[in-house]
Each structure stands twice: as C-alpha cells, then as structure tokens.
C-alpha cells in the first residue's frame, strides 16, 4: 500500500461495512456466522462467534487479514479459520 492509498483510506473510511451474514454454523458449542468485509475489491475473512443466549451471550468480532478474491472460498477460510481458533482458545476467545 503506497502513503497516499493508506492517507486516502484513513479519510474513507478504510473498509467497507459487512457483507450480509451467512447462516451461522454449530461448532462444539459455538455459532459462528460469517460476515465477509468488502475491502480493496476483495473480500477480508471476518465472522461472528457467540455462546451462549441471552443475558448469558458472549460475542467475539472475528477480523483477520487475509484477502480473498471470491465469496465461497472467503466463507470456507473464515470457518476454518475460526474453528481453528476455537480449539486453539476455547472460552478464552471472549476475554
């Protein structure tokens, strides 16, 4: 990214807002919906994880900086990256 690109982003807002969400997925307790962000005509590996309902309800925004060219393939990374991060982190995920 040259200076005057990276100037440009931080006056514009840098990225885009999320994508509609995909239908959240079940994973050893967890939801995970993923929510792709549009950003320099590619797509940012970005998702919701939550446990819990309610008052109980935990939420952890999932943003990573991988870029991808398509939305499939962005929504196959974004779990596998967040099921990744589930196993790795468990409950510590919120905190």
Known sequence: MGILSGLKSLFA???????????????????????????????????TITKGEGEEQQVHNFIRSDLIPGR??????TLRKAKMTIDQLGDNIFG
């Open 72 to 77: 499939d393939e962005c929504i196959e990374v």
């Open 13 to 47: 807002g840098g990225e885009s807002a999320p994508e509609p969400t995909e239908e959240a997925i079940e994973y050893k307790g967890f939801m995970i919906t993923p929510a792709p962000i549009k950003d320099a005509g590619q797509l940012r590996v970005a998702a």
